[in-house]
């Protein structure tokens, strides 16, 4: 069975257009909750330049803050393949990603003097109400950012206790 309840309800009686609501800790409100079942859909697709003998990992994340969990797919590694059922209605980022170590063998996923190498690949993906057939994604080694934090000794920051994000513009 593919069908899914969408956490999606209606604030107001009469046909009123369904949204999704987020409460606070501790805030109350009094909605009419109607849950309906959608389809859900199956997706699929080919991950490209994966190093030998490597496994890979390929899921989905939904796009919006609060829209339920990733979704964790069937890989092929012998094939490169990747099946993720279950995907409800939805803007998704597939995400596929593969990890080769100092130790491995495949030199193909490793940078200089054989050191890890991560090889990462993510595109945007619209999940409707039919399956998601030929998705293509190249593993990539992208790029390397390095970050100085200057003025520590002056504001008695411990080093250790920083952390740095970047984020997608």
């Known amino acids: 069975d593919n ?5 999606t309800c ?3 009686a009469g046909g009123a ?7 606070a800790s501790g805030q109350r409100a009094q909605i009419d ?4 079942a959608v389809s859900t859909a199956t997706v ?6 994966i190093p030998p003998q490597a496994g890979f990992s390929v899921y989905l994340e939904p796009e919006s803050e609060g829209g339920g969990q990733s979704s964790t797919s ?12 279950g995907v409800p209605p939805g803007r ?7 990890h080769v170590g100092a130790g491995a063998e495949q030199l193909h996923g490793q940078g200089p003097g054989g050191e890890q190498r991560h090889l990462t690949a993510e595109l945007p993906v619209d999940v409707g109400g039919s399956d998601v057939d030929g998705l293509d994604v190249t593993l990539d080694s992208g790029s390397t950012l390095d970050v ?5 000794t002056e504001s008695h920051v411990d080093p250790a206790k920083l952390g740095a994000s970047l984020w997608r513009a």
């Open 33 to 36: 909750l109607t849950p309906f």
């Open 44 to 49: 699929r697709g080919r991950v490209h330049n």
């Open 10 to 12: 209606y604030p107001a």
């Open 92 to 98: 998704y980022r597939l995400r596929a990603d593969v």
């Open 148 to 152: 100085v934090f200057q003025g520590l």
């Open 74 to 85: 069937f890989v092929d590694a012998a094939r490169g393949t990747f099946t993720i059922g």
């Open 17 to 23: 257009s369904p949204r999704t609501y987020a409460l």
């Open 3 to 7: 069908r899914f309840y969408a956490r």
